[in-house]
C-alpha cells in the first residue's frame, strides 16, 4: 500500500484510500493531496469521492497526451513516407519532434517548415491537418474517453457537494437546536422565578 505521506491530517486519506496508482505518479498524489486538504471535515465518503476526481483529472491529462503523442507519431511516419518524393531529401523525420517542442516562433521550427516545404511541398500544419485526419477514428476515441471523464468528475463534484452539504445542514441544525434549549431553559427558569 502506498501511504503518500505522514502527515497527522492525512491519516484517513491513507486509511481509506482505494486506488493506487504506478509509483513515482507526484501529479496524481498532488492532486489528491490537494483536494484533500480542501476538505473542512474529511469523511470515508468524502475522501472516496476526491480520490475519483483526483483519477478523474489523472485520465483526462494522460488522455490528452495520447491524442498528442498519436498525432505526433503520425507526422512523423508521413514525413517519412514523403522522403522517398525527392532524391537527396534530408532525413527530416527525426528533426520534427525537436522542431515542434522548441515552438511555433523558434528557429528551429522555422528553419525546418522551409526545408519540409522546400524538400516535401508542405508545411507543419499541412502535415498536422493530414495526421490529424488520417487518426481521426482514434482521436475521436480519445475524446470520448475525456469527455466520459470530465462528466465523471462533474457527478462526482455535485456528490461531494452533497456530502458536503448535508454536513453544513446538520451543523446548522443542531446550533438552531441549541438556540432553542437554550431559550427553552431560560423560559423555564423564568416560569419557576414567577
Known amino acids: ?7 497527522e491530517h492525512l491519516k484517513l486519506l491513507n486509511r481509506v484510500r482505494t486506488i493506487h496508482m504506478d509509483e513515482g505518479n507526484f501529479e496524481y498524489e498532488e492532486v489528491l493531496q490537494g483536494l484533500y486538504y480542501e476538505l473542512e471535515n474529511p469523511t470515508v465518503l ?6 475519483q476526481i483526483a483519477q478523474g483529472f489523472f485520465w483526462i491529462k494522460r488522455h490528452t497526451q495520447d491524442k498528442e503523442s498519436l498525432v505526433h507519431s503520425a507526422m512523423i511516419a508521413l514525413v517519412r513516407d514523403y522522403s522517398f518524393s525527392k532524391p537527396g531529401a534530408p532525413k527530416l523525420a527525426p528533426r520534427l519532434s525537436e522542431a515542434i517542442e522548441k515552438g511555433r516562433f523558434s528557429e528551429e521550427y522555422k528553419l525546418f517548415e522551409s526545408e519540409l516545404n522546400i524538400w516535401k511541398g508542405v508545411t507543419i500544419e499541412e502535415l498536422r491537418s493530414k495526421a490529424t485526419s488520417d ?3 482514434k482521436l475521436k ?12 468528475l462533474r457527478h462526482l463534484q455535485k456528490s461531494l457537494d ?12 443542531d446550533l438552531e437546536l441549541e438556540r432553542i434549549e437554550a431559550e427553552n431553559s431560560k423560559l423555564l427558569i423564568e416560569s419557576e422565578n414567577a
Open 1 to 7: 500500500m502506498t501511504v503518500i505521506a505522514e502527515d
Open 46 to 51: 468524502s475522501v472516496l469521492l476526491i480520490e
Open 135 to 137: 487518426k481521426i477514428d
Open 141 to 152: 476515441i480519445l475524446d470520448d474517453l475525456i469527455h466520459r471523464q470530465v462528466q465523471n
Open 162 to 173: 452533497a456530502v458536503d452539504f448535508k454536513k453544513r445542514i446538520v451543523k446548522k441544525m
